[in-house]
């Protein structure tokens, strides 16, 4: 006579504790998955559906065949058998991470990140997928209402999802580190499995088992590489937060040394240690650009921290500074490794809460956020823009630092001329030749209500540009461009804001730019 036959009623409650722990695991790795190919493949729309994809098909196959399966061995010690091979799959994900994501790069930036998502997850989803029907077949046998069988155990399943989404949003990605949490996953799926063969099988010899982790090696925040050009590049911090994971990279060659943030792979900033001068352009036009038009200005709010490079700038002309980011590591790495402080704080809240929210008004206002390759679609639309126009004095003004496309200028086109509705001066200013190369790159786009606004380049003649960016800003800024007429264009606004959509060639491209010029040990 078996353990499950001389106690029916503790293996029922072990069942029900399966189900539950079992359906919160899934969403764990569900949600988990974009944080280990979002920096590789960033974090846009065909990634979430990857996972989504993955996902579906991985459970919907292990229903099918854990269905099958348990008519046919219907002994409990299959079911906690596949719950091992999942825990040992998933224990495996960190350290296979690498190779497969490097491997799927050749199939192209869609196919690669869904190609990744199925290798990494999809094995250990699918058996995860057979535990639902394996426990109500198990639960049958000791229950006598099949109907009622089946609806309690989804209903913990369903229980279990909730408290694994909720779990991951609110509280491990915030506090753990992505290998972390996955290590925990396999863990608890180990010891579940253990538990059932020591407690109701009597087989102790298993017990060693569950020290297995213990003897994983775990990956070290700190890596350092030296490139074939000398250069030594050290990852310095790799951490994650709510909103993405964010790295510090140095650069050391001879005396050169700067520092950059990445955010999804994506730079948000970089300085040069010694001179604390930021090495990329778009920084030199955010800054020059509103304030070569209005000099006089007193109040600036910066929508956007990275490294805080621009608040720093209009802080140092004497220019009171406001600083609004919704993510808190964000700020304490400018303040660790970027040198960056203001005597007014950051404050923490997304940036249309709060526009909606302040009576406060500015001369300039920076808008510098980017969610994994482009400029989130809320702070693109009419009613975005009609609130950045309260927040703005008379003669004040909105600068805006975006990824976009002048060959493919749809998104670029609609986003000037829904700002068109709204204010009555729009400039925009591209940091590369529209003609040439790629056709992509940063664009600083100028607003006002202010008609006669005009930008003088004697008022930021003798302000200090970094060597690596000067080429780029003496040649680009204040060179004016305008759209061809009959360019299409729609408008924007929260009932209809297809950004997302339309801008995925152009997220491919920034993606493939940054895997093509980016180490990918340091960028993984």
Not at 329 to 352: C, H, L, M, P
Not at 492 to 506: M, W
Request: hydrophobic share 45%; proline share 5%.
């Amino acid at each position: 006579m078996t353990g499950r036959e001389s106690r029916p009623t503790a293996f029922v409650a072990y069942l029900v504790v399966t189900a539950v722990l079992c359906g919160g695991l899934v969403m764990v790795i569900e949600v988990l998955g974009s944080r280990v190919i979002s920096p590789f493949f960033g974090v846009s729309l065909f990634v979430w559906t990857s996972l989504i994809t993955v996902t579906l098909i991985a459970l919907a196959s292990g229903y099918a065949v854990g269905g099958v399966l348990s008519d046919k061995r219907s002994d409990p010690d299959y079911l906690y058998g596949l719950i091992f091979a999942a825990g040992l799959l998933t224990l495996a994900v960190p350290y296979a991470k690498d190779f497969v994501l490097k491997s799927c790069m050749s199939f192209g930036l869609r196919s690669g990140a869904l190609a990744s998502s199925a290798l990494l997850f999809g094995p250990a989803l699918f058996l995860l997928g057979c535990v639902s029907p394996y426990v109500i077949r198990l639960a049958a046998g000791e229950m006598k209402n099949i109907g009622r069988t089946v609806g309690v155990f989804y209903a913990f399943s369903t229980a279990g999802s909730f408290i694994g989404t909720v779990l991951t949003g609110f509280v491990l990605i915030a506090y753990f580190r992505v290998g972390r949490i996955f290590e925990f996953i396999g863990l608890s799926l180990l010891v579940l499995s253990v538990f059932y063969f020591i407690v109701f099988r009597k087989k102790w010899l298993l017990l060693p088992v569950l020290f297995l982790p213990l003897l994983q090696p775990h990956e070290g925040v700190r890596i350092q590489k030296q490139m074939p050009n000398g250069t030594t590049v050290t990852r310095l911090l790799s951490t994650d937060s709510f909103y993405g994971n964010l790295k510090v990279v140095d650069y050391s060659y001879g005396p050169d040394h700067t520092r950059e943030m990445i955010i999804d792979g994506l730079i948000q900033g970089g300085v040069d240690i010694r001179t604390g001068l930021s090495v990329y352009e778009y920084a030199y036009f955010m800054d020059f650009l509103p304030y070569g038009m209005n000099p006089a200005g007193k109040d600036c709010l910066v929508i956007g921290l990275g490294a805080g490079l621009i608040p720093k700038w209009y802080r140092e002309r004497g220019v009171r500074t406001e600083v609004v980011d919704i993510d808190p590591k964000v700020v304490g790495i400018a303040q660790k490794y970027f040198g960056f402080w203001t005597e007014n704080g950051v404050v923490i809240s997304d940036a249309r809460y709060y526009l909606a929210s302040t009576k406060k008004k500015f001369d300039y206002i920076v808008v510098d956020v980017f969610n994994g390759d482009t400029t989130p679609g809320h702070l693109l639309s009419l009613e975005a823009f009609r609130l950045l126009r309260e927040r703005l004095t008379d003669r004040g003004i909105v600068a805006f630092n975006l990824i976009g496309s002048l060959r493919e200028p749809f998104v670029m086109a609609s986003v000037v001329k829904t700002l068109g509705e709204v204010f009555r001066t729009v400039k925009i200013y591209p940091e590369f030749t529209p003609g040439e190369g790629e056709g992509f790159g940063n664009i600083a786009v100028i607003a006002s209500d202010y008609s006669p606004l005009s930008f003088d380049p004697g008022r930021v003649k003798d302000f200090p540009v970094h060597p690596l960016a000067v080429d780029i800003v003496s040649r680009f800024l204040g060179r004016e461009y305008a759209f061809p007429e009959g360019t299409p264009a729609i408008i924007l606004s929260d009932d209809y804001n297809p950004v997302d959509v339309y801008d995925l060639g152009l997220k491919e491209a920034v993606r493939k730019n940054i895997i093509e010029n980016t180490d990918w040990d340091i960028l993984i």
